[in-house]
């Protein structure tokens, strides 16, 4: 039986904060096709990379609090860009990577945009976590483990969130959280504690919240 807690240990005010971080008014900010697009990193910068078709874009607007901040494509791997939004402050940049692992985007534009996600956590200076998201239903599939590979080689700090974490069973959930677990000690950039979420019923967003609070905090936001 693991004994690793199902949360971190949060204190009311870091709840408190995360939850004003994200009551904000989140806009969007750019699309970067390429690394002549990017803004300065001149914020801290958190980032959400996933398989496309894993809710990626509902677990955004859940965030945020918003239903069409980040707008999800019905065709996979058609949005090719790094988008960004950011806060009324312009304390903070969300970003939003392109879906991977998609059969329908051509060898080019999947080379490309590997060259384009491997300069860009190689040199943003303040990123400070990818979300790697992972289908509750499906688990950590070989694309994933490219991509944590890719994140350990940048030593870019990085951790897991399941989604749609309510379409399974409890037991399914404890399995597929500690098989995720399990493998993420493979790699060393990791952290190591997975946060299961849904975004129709809103588990896991107070937790993910508040740890993104902490990272601002820690970074002396």
């Known amino acids: 039986m693991s004994t690793m807690p199902d949360v971190d240990e949060h204190s009311e005010e870091d709840i408190e904060a995360g939850r004003l971080l994200f009551t904000r008014a989140w806009t969007f900010s750019r699309g970067s096709p390429g690394l002549d697009h990017l803004p300065p990193d001149d914020r801290p910068e ?20 918003q239903r069409t901040l980040a707008r999800a494509s019905n065709t996979p791997g ?20 392109p879906g991977y692992g ?38 950590l599939k070989p694309v994933d483990d490219e991509i944590m590979g890719l994140l350990d ?50 588990m896991g967003f107070e937790d993910l919240r508040a740890v993104v609070a902490k990272l601002i905090a820690a970074h002396g936001g």
């Open 46 to 65: 958190i980032a959400f990379a996933g398989r496309s078709n894993v809710g990626k874009s509902s677990l955004i607007n859940t965030l945020v609090g």
């Open 78 to 97: 058609r949005t090719q860009e790094l988008n960004f939004f950011t806060d009324p402050n312009a304390d903070l940049y969300l970003v939003d990577m």
């Open 102 to 139: 998609f059969a329908e985007a051509p060898k080019d534009k999947v080379a490309a945009w590997n060259k384009t996600l491997r300069s860009f956590l190689a040199g943003r200076r303040t990123l400070l976590r990818v979300f790697v998201l992972v289908d509750a239903r499906h688990g």
């Open 153 to 202: 080689g940048a030593a870019v700090s990085y951790q897991v969130l399941l989604t749609k974490a309510d379409k399974i069973s409890r037991t399914d959930l404890e399995r597929v959280t500690a098989n995720t677990t399990k493998s993420l000690a493979k790699h060393p950039a990791a952290y190591p504690r997975v946060i299961a979420t849904s975004s129709e019923t809103g």
